[in-house]
């Protein structure tokens, strides 16, 4: 069932707290902008046993050229180091929480924070391992895509509208604070994550309504009513957010990138009375918000317009 875009902030505002920050995660610029330009210091070796152990160096993904990454620590040092086919790369945390994933090179974006364990090689440091967490992938690639893919200057209708483009580009890794342009909730049984027909179609129906919204994302955020262990009704709660998620993306053709962290938040912030039946039907929901960042609201970028 679609409702206007009146959405409790308390909600919003635990949910939000999901969404990696955008201020660490925006460093989407080109080497040749920084101060410490990234040097390549060779073709990574193929085979890293038995060679010297070096740091373990914690940071951000600055810049990348080729096979070598630069990260910058917190108190602002940037070292280079070479990627090799032998560099075990790993995501952890999954959808909502889960096992390691193994990724490949291609995954290795600016402003992805990283664990990197390393060994050394020609004068140089070689990773051995690089481990991150996979909501800040999420949040890289969305930035990646809306950087380069959704307002690169090649894209004629954008070049159209370059002032409009330079004016997001420049704010965009200030994106903290939305504006709710709709929400629409949809409603499971007790204990079960299933989708009914009904919101299957309203569920495709909202990703609709923000595709004809500019610059919209969405953020998936489920809860449960309050009968069962709290524990429960939290895996209770993502399990039915994950679901949303998928048919989102699976059927309803919404593009995961344009999709902020999703959460469940359990038996948190209820819409109705949890002592009657009624009340926890109305609980028993996941609510898809329709959000645009106040950075870029207003902003026209014609991309339908060919």
Not at 63 to 92: F, M, Y
Not at 194 to 214: D, F, S, V, W, Y
Not at 220 to 227: C, E, P, R, T
Request: proline share 4%; glycine share 10%.
């Amino acid at each position: 069932m679609r409702i206007p875009a009146k959405t409790s902030t308390v909600s919003l505002a635990l949910a939000m707290l999901a969404i990696p920050a955008w201020s660490g995660l925006s460093a989407q610029q080109d080497p040749a902008d920084r101060a410490d330009p990234i040097t390549v210091v060779g073709e990574a070796p193929t085979d890293l046993t038995g060679m010297t152990e070096g740091p373990k160096i914690e940071g951000v993904i600055s810049a990348r050229s080729g096979e070598t990454i630069q990260v910058t620590t917190a108190d602002g040092a940037s070292t280079p180091i070479l990627v090799s086919s032998a560099t075990d790369i790993k995501s952890k945390g999954g959808f909502l929480g889960g096992d390691r994933t193994t990724l490949g090179a291609e995954s290795l974006l600016n402003g992805l924070p990283v664990t990197v364990e390393t060994v050394q090689w020609g004068g140089g440091l070689v990773a051995s391992k690089v481990r991150f967490k996979s909501s800040n992938l999420a949040t890289a690639t969305m930035i990646r895509n809306g950087t380069e893919q959704r307002f690169g200057e090649h894209d004629v209708a954008i070049a159209d509208n370059a002032e409009a483009t330079e004016a997001l580009r420049g704010r965009v890794g200030d994106i903290d604070q939305y504006n709710v342009k709709g929400t629409t909730n949809v409603y499971f049984d007790t204990g079960k994550a299933n989708l009914t027909p009904q919101a299957e179609a309203e569920l495709c129906a909202a990703a609709a309504q923000a595709n004809a919204t500019n610059n919209a994302l969405l953020l998936v955020v489920g809860y449960a009513d309050a009968v069962g262990d709290e524990d429960y009704n939290q895996e209770l709660s993502e399990r039915r957010t994950e679901r949303v998620v998928n048919y989102l993306q699976q059927k309803c053709g919404w593009a995961p990138y344009r999709m902020l962290t999703p959460t469940g938040m359990s038996e948190s912030d209820p819409a109705a009375d949890n002592s009657t039946p009624e009340g926890r039907a109305q609980n028993r929901r996941v609510a898809v918000n329709i959000m645009v960042s106040k950075a870029v609201d207003g902003i026209q970028l014609g991309l339908n317009e060919q």
